[in-house]
T-cell receptor, first 113, second 117 residues
Framework: GENVEQHPSTLSVQEGDSAVIKCTYS??????FPWYKQELGKRPQLIID?????GEKKDQRIAVTLNKTAKHFSLHITETQPEDSAVYFC????????????FGGGTRVLVKP | DAGVIQSPRHEVTEMGQEVTLRCKPI?????LFWYRQTMMRGLELLIY????????DSGMPEDRFSAKMPNASFSTLKIQPSEPRDSAVYFC???????????????FGPGTRLTVL
């Protein structure tokens, strides 16, 4: 169906290691791909986003890569720190869903000190 | 700007009662969204408005749910009658234009944690 799939659902990493979360989308017309971070008990907040005409975007320890041909995009967190522990959501506008921003199922990241 | 404001922050009610959740979006944002978040179903979009007009309510679970936006600075989500399975965190979010990079960020409110006994 028309959706956004996110993997893995949980990810445990050692502090200092890298974390990678991948999302696949079904609508080739999707042109905007944000990532949200939600800390425990708090609201989702945008951490980075990318347009479809850009292959990669970086902001300090966070980067997002986009492969339009394969219809997937990934979040990369380098040198992870305990404060990176949270649930991360990817999203993409899906035309079949009325061009609504459809969220992935989320990835719970745990950074172990 | 104080950000998106939601009230109440917590609501505990009994099955069958009417529940009204309130949201004040960020001034100047043309889009307003209502989401529901549960462990089982994740983050679900219920309905969204553009310039106070409901655009897509296909995510509203059933007729017990209704949403209104009488003006640019206020929206309500009503559940009548409420059921235990409605227990969740309900987020309101607003955006300038959620379909465009650069202005696409959705700003979420703090959420309302609803418990229906």
């Amino acid at each position: 169906g028309e959706n956004v799939e996110q993997h893995p659902s949980t990810l445990s990493v050692q502090e200092g290691d890298s974390a990678v979360i991948k999302c696949t989308y079904s609508d080739s017309a999707s042109n905007y791909f944000p990532w949200y971070k939600q800390e425990l008990g708090k609201r989702p907040q945008l951490i980075i986003d990318i347009r479809s005409n850009v292959g990669e975007k970086k902001d300090q320890r966070i980067a997002v890569t986009l492969n339009k041909t394969a219809k997937h995009f990934s979040l990369h967190i380098t040198e992870t720190q305990p404060e990176d522990s949270a649930v991360y959501f990817c999203a993409a506008p899906i035309k079949a869903a009325g061009n609504k921003l459809t969220f992935g199922g989320g990835t719970r990241v745990l950074v172990k000190p | 700007d104080a950000g998106v404001i939601q009230s109440p922050r917590h609501e505990v009610t009994e099955m069958g009662q009417e529940v009204t959740l309130r949201c004040k979006p960020i001034s100047g944002h043309d889009y307003l969204f209502w989401y529901r978040q549960t462990m089982m179903r994740g983050l679900e979009l219920l309905i969204y408005f553009n310039n106070n007009v409901p655009i897509d309510d296909s995510g509203m679970p059933e007729d017990r749910f209704s949403a209104k936006m009488p003006n640019a600075s206020f929206s309500t989500l009503k559940i009548q009658p409420s059921e235990p399975r409605d227990s969740a965190v309900y987020f309101c979010a607003s955006a300038i234009n959620p379909f465009l990079a650069g202005v696409g960020e959705q700003f979420f409110g703090p959420g309302t944690r609803l418990t229906v006994l």
